[in-house]
């Protein structure tokens, strides 16, 4: 038998992530972060988080930082003289 999901909170993501709760809420109610309701009817909305869905957000969050070389100056110093630096 597999162990049991163990669902995350808001609360619990957003120290995770170093964040404020209110932005967790804020990217659930986007539908950026997916995420289910727990209560019943009538109660108030109490939202658990697969680890896994957590990770799918994380990764389509990611940020790629690619390197550019810097690019070579030429200055011209005098009348044919190119300087490059």
């Known amino acids: 038998m ?7 909170t808001p ?5 995770r992530i170093g ?6 809420y804020a990217w659930i109610e986007s539908g950026e972060l997916r995420a289910m309701n727990s209560a019943g009817p009538g109660e108030r909305t ?3 988080i697969n680890p896994e869905w ?9 940020i790629v930082i690619e390197k550019v070389p810097p690019q070579r ?9 190119r300087q490059v630096y």
């Open 46 to 48: 109490s939202y658990r």
């Open 2 to 8: 597999s162990d049991p999901i163990k669902y995350l």
């Open 73 to 81: 100056r030429v200055k011209i110093a005098k009348k044919g003289v």
């Open 54 to 62: 957590l990770e799918d957000f994380e990764r389509n969050r990611a």
């Open 19 to 24: 964040c404020r709760k209110s932005k967790v």
């Open 11 to 15: 609360v619990q993501i957003a120290k």
